[in-house]
């Protein structure tokens, strides 16, 4: 059977001529990762040229090498969502009827965020570890390659100030900086109680964002290009990558080539999915589906190999060169289950656990300026059974603390407390103004220490709010996520204050949309007015959020927080 090969607009595209086996075409649009694609686009040529049909109708494959995070944007504009850190989409990336993106993680997160997205098949058709690289002299110091080291192992020089100049991918942006954060912030789980846990956390985030970079080859490109010492010495030490990125590095005969460290426990790996989209109609299912056996064979395997890449068993084909220390087929972590809606992402993690991830990645991350207005209402003193019987106050506090201790110094904060008549008629006070965390970290902490609730005072929410919303406006800063968090587990008893009517003309009145402020409004208990606070946020720009469980503020004020939008400039 004849073949045409297509090039259009970067689109590679494969469509057979009408022979004595088939006729008409039937269009299938892949998206795939760009270190697959060239493996896909070969396989989908061969496929073609053996006569790859569907019910007698030449199938026409488009393969587009497209970055997962375009996609991901792409189908969560479609969706109506954002994903943290994702952004809008560029514009060059399309919906495709296949996509084939380098992590189900990425599935697992829209499938968290949109109940619509479901799609099908799932099943993987490569495999890639993710390692730690490291440049070859500094990777022998610490016992490479004789030596297993663990993620425990790497923590401790991460966070003890030891001279090793740790870098990441933007996790939120990329699946084998998501890989890498996940294994880290595991070991630092297992640091002991409560408090050492937080802040081998805190310290190991703190760590990575300081060498983060926003694409790939700019972070590979800070590893040493030349084998002086002193080089060395002020490059990049170690990253979060995949195997494929070291082998690929390689290849190119650096002066100092990178290891790939296979650190204990496995990470989830590199998994490339092989997901059918939703409402992709059964004739393009179906050539989904042939495409998809034509990539489970042993000569695809060998495309892989060529690539980098290996099967999903773990497994390699011919070309694949295994880096010093790569574990057998068998050391590999299992193939991921298919990804349906609210299942297991790659390695058998929870979604879930995947977002709270990124929303505390996010928070160190992206700058603010915060005013936090916490409600000391008579209500918040109700014990919380979930909580072994510590008050909502207790809870709310707790959360509080732990979002500040996440937030470095490029953070400004101030704090507010709330009830009725606090500071003579007003039902606000301020403890805090808004300041540079290098300043006042100590007196906010305090400061939260020694927060109680008021003895039968009612909630001001509405007067409490706009002159909330007027302080962070009048010193509004450029470069920065200006941001309001209430945190409140009632809706507004102050007959003496304002209407919800006032309260809302006067914020429509006062937005600046130069001068933008996300409102975060944060229901605690199942006392609260969901509808109440949304209608504020709807006329500020923000979220409402209610914690019927009020254990799990804490996630929905990190969550929160992470769905910012960029600073406006």
């Known amino acids: 059977m004849a073949l045409v090969v297509v090039l259009v607009g970067g689109w590679f595209g494969y469509r057979q001529l009408a022979g004595p086996s088939c006729e008409g075409q039937l269009p299938l649009t892949v998206a795939a990762a760009p270190e697959i694609a060239p493996a896909v686009q070969a396989a989908a040529t061969q496929w073609s040229a053996d006569g790859g049909a569907v019910d007698g109708v030449c199938v026409a494959v488009q393969v587009a090498a497209s970055d997962p995070v375009d996609v991901a944007a792409v189908v969560a504009g479609q969706h109506g969502i954002a994903l943290a850190g994702v952004g809008q989409a560029s514009g060059t990336a399309v919906a495709p009827d296949v996509w084939i993106p380098d992590s189900t993680t990425w599935l697992a997160r829209l499938s968290l965020a949109a109940s619509g997205f479901a799609p099908s098949n799932g099943g993987s058709v490569a495999r890639s570890p993710v ?129 790939a460290l296979y650190l204990e426990p496995a990470p ?91 929303s505390a990645w996010t928070a160190v991350t992206l700058p603010g300026r915060m005013l936090a207005v916490l409600d000391v209402s008579g209500s918040m003193e109700t014990p919380v059974p979930t909580a072994g019987g510590a008050t909502r106050m207790a809870v709310t506090l707790n959360a509080a603390q732990r979002g500040l201790a996440l937030f470095d110094d490029s953070w400004a904060v101030g704090l507010w407390i709330f009830s009725t008549e606090l500071d003579g008629s007003k039902p606000y006070r301020e403890l805090a103004a808004i300041g540079p965390l290098t300043a006042q970290r100590s007196s906010l902490t305090a400061n939260l220490a020694s927060i109680k609730p008021k003895r039968n005072g009612s909630t001001g929410l509405y007067d409490s709010v706009l002159a909330a919303y007027k302080t962070t406006q009048e010193g509004w800063q450029a470069g920065r996520v200006n941001s309001i968090v209430v945190m409140t587990d009632g809706k507004n008893e102050n007959p003496a204050g304002l209407t919800q009517a006032r309260l809302l003309a006067e914020l429509k009145r006062i937005k600046d949309p130069k001068r933008p402020i996300q409102v975060i409004m944060i229901g605690i208990g199942n006392e609260v007015n969901k509808a109440e606070l949304e209608s504020i946020v709807k006329a500020t720009g923000g979220g409402a959020f209610v914690a019927e469980d009020p254990t799990k503020i804490g996630d929905i004020f990190l969550n929160a927080i992470a769905r910012r939008p960029a600073p406006a400039k």
């Open 268 to 358: 989830p790996s590199l998994d490339y999915p092989f997901a059918v989209m939703p409402g992709t109609d059964p004739a393009k299912a179906g050539a989904a589906q042939g495409l998809f056996e034509v990539l489970g064979t042993g000569a695809f395997r060998n495309r892989l190999g060529e690539r980098g890449l290996r099967a999903p068993d773990g497994t390699w084909g011919a070309g694949f060169s295994a880096p010093p220390g790569a574990p057998s087929p068998a050391g590999t972590s299992a193939p991921a289950a298919s990804p349906d809606a609210g299942g297991k992402a790659a390695g058998g993690l929870d979604p879930a656990s995947v977002d709270r991830a990124i």
């Open 131 to 259: 390692v730690v690289a490291m440049p070859e002299p500094v990777a022998g110091t610490l016992g490479w390659p004789n030596k297993q080291l663990g993620w425990k192992d790497l923590l401790t020089q991460v966070t003890q100030g030891t001279s090793l100049r740790t870098g990441i991918v933007e996790p939120s942006r990329d699946a084998a900086g998501l890989s890498g954060l996940l294994a880290l912030s595991a070991a630092a789980q297992q640091a002991g109680n409560p408090e050492a846990v937080g802040k081998a956390s805190t310290a190991a985030l703190r760590a990575l964002a300081t060498g983060k970079s926003a694409l790939r080859e700019d972070l590979i490109a800070r590893f040493p290009r030349s084998s002086d010492a002193a080089a060395v010495a002020s490059a990049l030490s170690a990253a979060p990558l995949s195997e494929e990125d070291v082998i690929e590095y390689n290849k190119a005969k650096p002066p100092i080539p990178l290891a």
